[in-house]
DNA sequence: TTTAGTCCAGACAGGTTAAG
DNA sequence: CTTAACCTGTCTGGACTAAA
């Protein structure tokens, strides 16, 4: 049975303790509100930000060789409101856009991309447009905000971000090569990979240390983590959401660039890398 | 298979207390 | 004094995670 001795001693929960810890640390989740706190205005070369997040089709296990084809677009585009000549400091999100997206070569979804994306079959997918024809909304979008002259050619000087190098990088070029159309001007170039400024930012007080070799090199904290790593309020919406994540991206390069840092192009895209699984003209190999 | 970090449970050592 | 019960800190190993 029980004994009925009494403590004499204060008793101090140990993970009570290890929570303190963590708040009062200059790691903890408060961290970025004290450290990150500027508001002076520093050169920026951009004029305006195209934030990207695109879900994608997907199998348990594949992994990312494999050839993932786009079902949803979502853009946040954010622009200056305190520019003054070259520099500023306050980004805010002026439009969004967002269109599901028709697979082509796998047009059913398969249960784990359900499961993570939230895109559901029927109402979303089946019901989309291909993705040429969502490039050509998109290129509606970007002349409509005035970024693009109506044949492609840039009116402004803007820079697409995504969290990590990926989006364009590996998911754009690989349904390019699906979809048979070549890159647009408007999309060509380098990119801006929000999660390795965070990363480049955060590194000291560490949150989560990233690996530095190997095939995980770089991969580094999520959008959650991200958030957590500048002090700002958790994740809103839906993860894995397209428009949920770029959203909340957006908020990350607003507070980015609160911190006075220049926010450019950081990653380098080849529309023509190619993956094992790429045939000749457009046809996958199985 | 590969990296590098976090988190958690379990084992263990050592200190303190009350019962025998 | 001896011992069992209890508490704490430390260590270790395994599971888990990261673009979709």
Redesign the pocket.
């Known amino acids: 049975m029980?004994?009925?001795?009494?403590?004499?001693?204060?008793?101090?929960?140990?993970?009570l303790?290890?929570v303190l810890l963590?708040l009062s640390s200059s790691?903890g989740p408060l961290a970025g509100i004290y450290s990150g706190w500027t508001g002076s205005k520093v050169k920026q070369p951009y004029d305006a930000f195209l934030l990207l997040?695109?879900?994608?089709?997907?199998?348990?296990?594949?992994?990312?060789?494999?050839p993932?084809e786009?079902?949803?677009f979502p853009i946040c585009l954010m622009r200056w409101k305190d520019r003054d000549g070259d520099k500023a400091s306050q980004l805010e999100v002026v439009a969004e856009f967002r269109s599901f997206v028709k697979p082509s070569w796998r047009p059913n979804l398969s249960e784990?991309?359900t499961e993570?994306?939230g895109?559901t079959q029927q109402d979303q997918v089946d019901a989309a447009p291909s993705f040429p024809a969502v490039l050509r909304s998109v290129r509606a979008f970007l002349v409509e905000h005035k970024l693009i002259e109506k044949h492609g050619k840039r009116r402004l000087r803007f820079c697409w971000c995504s969290?990590?190098?990926?989006?364009i990088?590996?998911?754009l070029v690989k349904q390019l090569f699906i979809s048979q159309v070549p890159m647009p001007e408007w999309m060509a170039g380098d990119v801006l990979d929000v999660?390795s400024v965070v990363a480049a930012h955060t590194s000291g007080r560490?949150?989560?240390?990233?690996?530095?070799?190997?095939?995980?090199?770089g991969?580094?904290?999520?959008?959650p983590?991200?958030l957590s790593a500048l002090g700002l309020p958790p994740f809103e919406g839906r993860?894995?959401s397209?428009i949920d994540?770029v959203r909340n991206l957006a908020k990350i390069l607003k507070k980015l660039a609160f911190m006075g840092i220049r926010l450019q192009p950081n990653a380098a895209v080849n529309p023509r890398r190619r993956w094992a699984w790429m045939g000749k003209s457009g046809q996958i190999l199985e």
Not at 53 to 66: I, M, Q
Not at 163 to 167: E, S, T
Not at 206 to 214: A, D, E, F, N, W
Not at 219 to 223: A, D, H, S, T, Y
């Open positions: 029980q004994s009925k001795r009494h403590s004499p001693r204060l008793l101090i929960p140990q993970k303790l290890r963590v790691t997040d695109f879900e994608a089709t997907c199998e348990r296990g594949k992994g990312f060789d494999y993932n786009i079902i949803e784990f991309c993570l994306t895109i969290d990590g190098p990926f989006d990088r590996d998911f999660r560490q949150v989560r240390r990233q690996p530095q070799h190997g095939p995980w090199a991969i580094g904290l999520n959008i983590a991200q993860e894995h397209g994540d």
